[in-house]
T-cell receptor, first 113, second 113 residues
Framework: EPEVTQTPSHQVTQMGQEVILRCVPI?????FYWYRQILGQKVEFLVS????????KSEIFDDQFSVERPDGSNFTLKIRSTKLEDSAMYFC???????????FGPGTRLTVL | AQSVTQPDIHITVSEGASLELRCNYS??????LFWYVQSPGQGLQLLLK??????LVQGIKGFEAEFKRSQSSFNLRKPSVHWSDAAEYFC???????????FGTGTRLKVLA
């Protein structure tokens, strides 16, 4: 069964450093997403990406965040200058259609020290 | 404001007992509704979804959910719970015209042997 994969599974970084979280969506999916889940809190939408551009973003997704699909398979989330409050589990997801159910990856746990 | 409420933070049931997890939503548009399950250390797995049509939807792992527009609810049910169902369950809502899903805070299910 096809699945979304994410690397690394755990990333530890110093405050102010840049991090790139990587995702490989399901191959025939056209819509890609990033969500985050701060420990003990609800899953929050960050951004959706379709046709090589951001289609929607939340208020959380400020100028410190960017997304990219550098090639035909990878989808990345970059945080330019990490803050303590960026510590969270980051989930990548993909879907065949914009309204379709999202298929989530296992997540990357980001710890900012 | 758009919101999803899962009133039960924790639920404990005995193996073999029936299960109902509650989800209420507040959404201006006709909602798309989803249930996801998250096992410890894992990503979110889509259990079932409702877009339109038959208000009783069947999902994977023996789960079903019923959309009740008059009550703004989308409760998840399973007639006989297995120990492997112990996990956290999230209700989510989306709609046409937006890629953003709103998640509930989750219900953690514990299954007693």
């Amino acid at each position: 069964e096809p699945e979304v994969t994410q690397t690394p599974s755990h990333q530890v970084t110093q405050m102010g450093q840049e991090v790139i979280l990587r995702c490989v969506p399901i191959s025939n999916h056209l819509y890609f997403y990033w969500y985050r889940q701060i420990l003990g809190q609800k899953v929050e939408f960050l951004v959706s990406f379709y046709n090589n551009e951001i289609s929607e973003k939340s208020e959380i997704f400020d100028d410190q965040f960017s997304v990219e699909r550098p090639d035909g398979s990878n989808f990345t989330l970059k945080i330019r200058s990490t803050k303590l409050e960026d510590s969270a589990m980051y989930f990548c997801a993909s879907s065949e259609e914009g309204a379709g159910g999202r298929f989530f990856g296992p997540g990357t746990r980001l710890t900012v020290l | 404001a758009q919101s999803v409420t899962q009133p039960d933070i924790h639920i404990t049931v005995s193996e073999g007992a029936s299960l109902e997890l509650r989800c209420n939503y507040s959404y201006g548009a006709t909602p798309y509704l989803f249930w996801y399950v998250q096992s410890p250390g894992q990503g979110l797995q889509l259990l079932l979804k409702y877009f339109s049509g038959d208000t009783l939807v069947q999902g994977i792992k023996g789960f079903e959910a019923e959309f009740k527009r008059s009550q703004s609810s989308f409760n998840l049910r399973k007639p006989s719970v297995h120990w492997s169902d112990a996990a956290e369950y999230f209700c989510a809502v989306g709609a046409s015209g937006t890629y953003k899903y709103i998640f509930g805070t989750g219900t953690r299910l514990k299954v007693l042997a």
